[in-house]
């Protein structure tokens, strides 16, 4: 597969890390939204519409509700044609939808009560918590 990070087409040989999406799933009993970061330098519109169109049938949470980002890590591979090898970015495209759905079906399954805090630095400290789901 293609790596980003070059202006010249570079064929990764082997896997030195693995990449992730990290999701993170929140349900007040009323709203269930999914916010996915991937280790991704960029994800094809395409793609990512995909992916929420398959965490939409899976776990019933609206495409609207659904954010997915891709910070700009550096030397991913590629699931967008930058270099026109079409086949193999097609299955890296139809892999990376899939996963990421599996991601959020994951978080889903493992949802639990949580609370939320915040605080603010300074000469005054304030610490603050909510319940939650």
């Given amino acids: 597969m293609s790596i980003n990070g070059y202006f010249n ?23 269930r939204l999914a916010i996915v970061v991937c280790d991704s330098c960029m994800i094809p519109r395409a793609v990512m519409d ?14 609207d509700h659904v954010l997915i980002s891709a910070p700009h890590t550096r030397t991913p591979g590629r699931p967008a044609s930058a270099f026109s090898r079409a086949t193999r970015t097609r299955i890296t495209q139809n892999f ?8 959020v079906q994951r978080a889903v399954n493992n949802l639990a009560p949580a609370k939320i805090g915040w605080g603010v630095a300074g000469s005054r400290t304030r610490f603050s918590t909510g319940a939650g789901t």
């Fill in 9 to 31: 087409d570079r064929i990764a040989t082997h896997i030195h890390d693995e990449l992730h999406a990290r999701c993170l799933v929140l349900d007040d009993s009323q709203t």
């Fill in 50 to 63: 995909a992916a929420k169109e398959l965490i939409r049938q899976r776990a019933g949470i609206a495409v």
């Fill in 96 to 103: 990376s939808r899939t996963r990421i759905a599996d991601g």
